[in-house]
């Protein structure tokens, strides 16, 4: 992992190869046009596994250093608002790889006591019995322990609500000066923490790639059914705060004089009250069918440019069965492109 972070951002030796096959100097100042589709640019790892947060202006003084000139409003205050929140930091803390490691051991010994105390009764108490319960109850608790640990391997290939959602809107902002972002994590040598990483990536021809495929091969029909049947369940619940417009407009035509002079407990009130009338409201992150092929194009791929991210720099793509238009179609330097990625996943 650390091996990978400093090919990402060259600071394994003072003459360094870039990815693009080009001898710079690490920390000299290039130009973003000089890299290519999927090439990670810069990466930054959590100060510590047990309070996982990143720090973003080292992030975007990396990316200054590779020619990425970057406003802050662009990039650390979206980033901070998706990724630097408590619950955020403690949800990325319990789902890390190292985390789950960790929990595998204590989860193998818990089902041996449960699948133990549960047999032990019907078995009686006999020296041999006791042999073959225990090797039963080892050989139980190792598959289920397996089992579960596999869920959780193949559950990470999807969508994460929680992280790789909320970078959708970091995502569309960063896009317009050709990156895309994606939190991924490994574990080496029992050591792991996540990283945040930074792709290059020129949106266009992958924009005007998937709208010729939603315009040529499908009908409008069928594209509704697909999205429907396998983005249904992507749903995100946000509280929204249900204000009353009459007392707004009371309020606010008051005339000074009139005020009452317990303004500011008055004010707590209301505040009470609003907080009182806070109700969740579900998004669906199913694109609208009946608006232009391109808007739709454009909207799966900032659903998906996070979790693509994600699995480029882990090495976890999926290989297509054959290229739907040939190799011309690959718009980035890995096996699979975005566009490619979110046809397969949804459109076939």
């Not at 939190?183 to 266009?204: T, Y």
């Not at 069928?222 to 749903?235: E, F, G, I, P, T």
Request: with cysteine; proline share 5%; glycine share 4%.
């Amino acid at each position: 992992m650390e091996e990978r972070e400093r090919q990402c951002n060259g600071e394994d030796r003072g003459d360094v190869e870039s990815p693009t096959g080009r001898s710079v100097t690490a920390g000299e100042p290039g130009t973003a046009s000089t890299w290519r589709n999927g090439e990670c640019v810069a990466s930054v790892s959590t100060s510590t596994w047990f309070t996982p947060s990143f720090n973003f202006t080292h992030c975007r003084t990396l990316l200054e250093t590779k020619g990425y000139q970057i406003p802050e409003e662009d990039f650390e205050a979206p980033l901070r608002l998706a990724l630097d929140h408590p619950s955020i930091r403690r949800y990325l803390l319990f789902n890390s790889n190292i985390f789950n490691v960790i929990m595998s051991p204590l989860l193998y010994l818990v089902l041996w006591c449960t699948v133990y105390s549960t047999i032990h009764m019907y078995l009686h108490s006999s020296a041999t019995d006791f042999w073959v319960l225990c090797l039963c109850v080892s050989l139980v608790s190792v598959l289920l322990t397996a089992a579960i640990n596999l869920i959780f391997h193949y559950s990470n290939k999807e969508i994460n609500m929680n992280t790789d959602v909320r970078l959708v809107g970091v995502n569309e902002h960063m896009v317009r000066h050709k990156l895309l972002l994606g939190v991924a994590d490994w574990v080496q040598k029992c050591r792991g923490n996540l990283q945040l990483f930074c792709v290059h990536w020129d949106l266009s021809p992958c924009l005007t790639s998937l709208t010729e495929v939603l315009q040529d091969s499908f009908v409008r029909d069928q594209v509704q059914n697909k999205l429907k049947k396998r983005m249904s369940h992507l749903v995100l619940v946000t509280e929204v705060t249900t204000l009353d417009p009459e007392a707004g407009e009371q309020e606010e035509e008051l005339p000074e004089e009139e005020r009452p002079l317990l303004e500011g407990r008055e004010r707590s009130a209301s505040t009470s009250q609003r907080d009182d009338s806070k109700l969740t409201k579900n998004f669906s992150l199913m694109p609208d069918t009946t608006l232009s092929h391109q808007a739709i194009a454009q909207q799966l791929l900032m659903t998906y440019s996070a979790l693509y991210v994600r699995l480029l720099v882990s090495n976890k793509l999926p290989v297509p069965p054959q290229r739907p238009s040939g190799a011309e179609k690959n718009h980035s330097t890995s096996s699979l492109c975005l566009c490619e990625y979110v046809e397969l996943k949804l459109l076939r």
